[in-house]
């Protein structure tokens, strides 16, 4: 407690402040914190849906991610075993509780194997449906939570999002509101904003991907 | 970390005779400053960004105290504990203290530039636990038992032959043929040796990019996704962040986000951007299950209030470096401390003392790359100048310097006796040039011909030149 009261009064004392007159700057600290104002936002992503949704796609597939696209969520359990097929993967994938995802209908992907729970060391293919998506840079946000563990997103070889074509924004400040309408200003405990596979380019600059994350990231949209 | 600042010189006259850096440092004229202008020319409110970040900071500078509060205020409400550290004693302390309350005995670490700053594996061995870390480049650094030498490509002063020679070395368990021939076999290696210490660690420990007082949320950026591992799979997870990091709200969080990638790696965004707030809740299946901030003071308080508040608005993106022909001649060990390049020119006078840290505001050409680069906007030669008043006032100059500086001040103050003698040195530098037009070698400045040749000035002054013109 000592150390947290010398750090705050030196600073006061740096800044001229009087803690017992401090009134006005109490005022714009709790106002800018209440009014949470936007920045500039890029006109990058002001798009109608279809447009908005392509640049999301274009976005993500220039940093090596790959995208897909189904018409409802009936069809992804199909969709997904072709793409770890096509991928050379096991047919197996790990997920959460999330409800969308219990609903949907495994049974038509046949050999896939969907086990459920936080990732585990070996696993392939996890899967988390996202929250959001953000079309400006290709970014997909998904929250933690039992329905959709954030070990799914970094363990496994493979991470696969799916994302509803109708919450593809065309910017971050449009999902934090979304975050904060439906958090209020408790956030989850992990809000992960993932644009592309895993990569680094610490030996010699050379970019390599998958290097601790997936070195493959397949976002499906949905709808 | 031992300051070697003083012996800048001397370290900089290794690193220019150093093949294997020199053969590094070329990665980085070619890759970043590339790639920064491609990424800001593709973003037409880039400009406007940098003004906006640069007023987030200030603000932010400007209620510091007030947001520290709230910041601490909304990690309690989360159910995570801030502990504020005066000094990197007290930091690395307080990190050994939550490990001990929680009886870890290993600790993965994600890249941090302030766990640098206090030393904090160094501190964690000696008291019995194995810090590791797992950014690739860090990693390396690590079995080398180097220091980073750029703030966000620590390694990028060595060449691929040098890290597989380090990996057969400490490896041993691996078979001896094994082929690491490519970048990509290395990154392998690494990644399955790491994949294990994830899974068993007891603590996480990762910096913060930023710092949201409104959600009490550490903003975390990396592209490997290894902070992302350090931090959800050990029961602990602890963020060690200087006090500069803390912002306003999510949205002031988002423009930085913003300038932060564009100018660090030319990336639209990292790849992976995480926002942490307290521990798992009820029912979560992952994630840590204890949530701890440590502060950092350890001098920054110190600079409110005076010229270098300015720097405290630096964000870490290592543009500034990446930009500056001196830290591309030198690399970063040069500098002799955590923090290179012109931020760190700038930075290490006022963390360790201008006595100590004197000639690193002193090595700049002042070509003012590094701040028309800053996205958030520092004037990093304005605060460079500064220092070296500040060591010329308090006597701190060698007696040459000095000397020098006493005779230019003498002639700058005799125009007349000044254009002279500046006309004469003019003609003299001119003809010793010849046909070539180049000197490689010249009394009294040995130390700059040794490395290239001095450019021959043109045979009459600007000022002569003028006059003959006008005159004509």
Request: charged share 25%; hydrophobic share 40%.
């Amino acid at each position: 407690m000592k150390a947290r009261e010398h750090i705050l009064g030196k600073i006061q004392r740096a800044l001229e402040v009087d803690p017992s007159h401090d009134a006005a700057r109490r005022r714009a600290v709790a106002e800018r914190l209440q009014r949470h104002g936007r920045h500039t936002v890029p006109a990058r992503g002001q798009l109608p849906d279809e447009e908005r949704i392509a640049l999301f796609r274009r976005m993500l597939e220039a940093v090596a991610g790959t995208t897909g696209r189904v018409t409802s969520r009936a069809e992804v359990p199909t969709a997904l075993a072709a793409h770890l097929e096509a991928r050379g993967l096991p047919l197996r994938l790990r997920r959460g509780s999330d409800p969308r995802l219990e609903e949907m209908p495994w049974e038509r992907a046949g050999a896939l194997e969907v086990a459920t729970g936080p990732a585990e060391d070996g696993d392939t293919a996890g899967l988390v449906y996202a929250f959001a998506g953000i079309a400006e840079t290709g970014t997909s946000v998904a929250v933690s939570g039992a329905d959709n563990p954030t070990t799914l997103s970094f363990l496994p070889e493979e991470a696969i999002i799916l994302v509803d074509a109708d919450t593809i924004a065309g910017d971050m400040e449009t999902v934090l509101s979304a975050l904060r309408t439906r958090y209020g200003t408790a956030l989850p405990r992990t809000v992960n904003f993932i644009t592309g596979p895993s990569r680094s380019a610490d030996i010699e600059q050379t970019l390599l991907l998958g290097a601790h994350g997936p070195r493959a990231l397949h976002v499906l949209i949905v709808g | 970390m031992d300051v070697t600042s003083p012996a800048f010189k001397e370290n900089a006259a290794r690193a220019l005779d150093d093949a294997q850096l020199q053969r590094a440092l070329g990665n980085i004229r070619h890759g970043f400053v590339e790639k920064r202008r491609v990424a800001a020319d593709a973003l037409p409110e880039f400009e406007q960004l940098r003004d906006e970040a640069k007023a987030i900071k200030d603000h932010t500078l400007a209620h510091l105290d007030l947001y520290l509060e709230a910041f601490c205020e909304t990690v309690e409400a989360r159910g995570g504990t801030v502990t504020f550290a005066e000094t990197a004693y007290d930091a690395r302390r307080a990190v050994l203290d939550i490990c001990r309350e929680h009886e870890a005995k290993t600790v993965t670490k994600a890249k941090s530039m302030v766990s640098e700053e206090i030393e904090l594996n160094r501190y964690l061995k000696k008291k019995g636990i194995a810090p590791v870390e797992t950014d690739l480049g860090e990693y390396i650094l690590q079995i080398r038992d180097e220091a980073p030498s750029h703030i966000i490509a620590p390694a990028i002063h060595l060449n691929r032959d040098q890290i597989e020679a380090d990996f057969r070395r400490v490896h041993t368990h691996l078979p001896n043929e094994r082929d690491l021939a490519e970048p990509a076999t290395l990154l392998g290696e690494a990644r399955t040796i790491l994949r294990q210490k994830f899974l068993t660690a007891d603590v996480g420990v990762t910096g913060a990019n930023f710092l949201v007082a409104e959600t009490g949320s550490a903003v975390i950026v990396t592209n490997e996704g290894n902070a992302d591992l350090t931090q959800s799979l050990p029961k602990v997870h602890i963020v060690v962040a200087s006090i500069e990091k803390v912002v306003p709200t999510l949205e002031d969080a988002a423009t930085l986000l913003r300038v932060l990638a564009r100018s660090a790696t030319g990336q639209d965004m990292s790849v992976y951007t995480t926002m942490a707030t307290g521990p798992r809740r009820e029912g979560d299946p992952d994630g840590p299950e204890a949530f701890h901030v440590v502060l950092v003071d350890n001098g920054r308080s110190g600079m409110i209030g005076t010229d270098f508040q300015e720097m405290l608005r630096c964000i870490r993106c290592g543009a500034c470096m990446n930009h500056c022909p001196v830290y591309h001649a030198v690399g970063g060990h040069t500098y002799g401390w955590v923090y290179p390049g012109p931020m760190g020119s700038v930075l290490t006078p006022s963390l360790v003392g201008v006595d100590q840290a004197g000639q690193l505001p002193n090595a700049s050409t002042f070509c003012g790359r590094c701040e028309s680069v800053c996205p958030v906007r520092i004037p990093l030669p304005k605060l460079m100048r500064h220092w070296r008043e500040d060591e010329f006032a308090r006597h701190l100059q060698p007696r040459a310097a000095r000397t020098g500086l006493g005779a230019w001040a003498f002639l700058a103050r005799r125009p007349r006796a000044y254009r002279m003698l500046t006309g004469l040195a003019a003609r003299a530098l001119s003809l010793a040039g010849g046909t070539k037009g180049r000197l490689s070698s010249l009394p009294l400045a040995g130390g700059w011909t040794k490395h290239r040749d001095l450019p021959a000035p043109a045979p009459r002054t600007f000022m002569a030149d003028w006059k003959a013109r006008r005159g004509a």
